[in-house]
């Protein structure tokens, strides 16, 4: 499943095009690593293993 079309889509300073509005199920204030846009459904976005130890998120799914 690939990460859905944005309707508002801006490049930030990272050079990252972010969504301003995401279409899930959760609200992300935050800009999604470039990690996670490369999972199959975005796993990092939702505080997987490797975001736990790294420090990210709390995991929303336990």
């Known amino acids: 499943m690939r990460i859905p079309q944005c309707t508002n889509r801006r490049i930030d300073k990272a050079g990252e095009s ?3 509005e995401t279409p899930r199920r959760t609200t992300q204030a935050f800009p999604i690593p470039s990690r996670a ?4 459904d975005g796993a ?4 997987d293993k490797d975001e ?8 929303l799914r336990r």
Not at 37 to 40: H, I, L, V
Not at 52 to 59: S, T, V, Y
């Open 44 to 47: 990092a976005a939702y505080g």
């Open 37 to 40: 846009q490369n999972r199959s």
């Open 18 to 20: 972010v969504c301003l």
């Open 52 to 59: 736990r130890q790294e420090g990210g998120i709390e995991p």
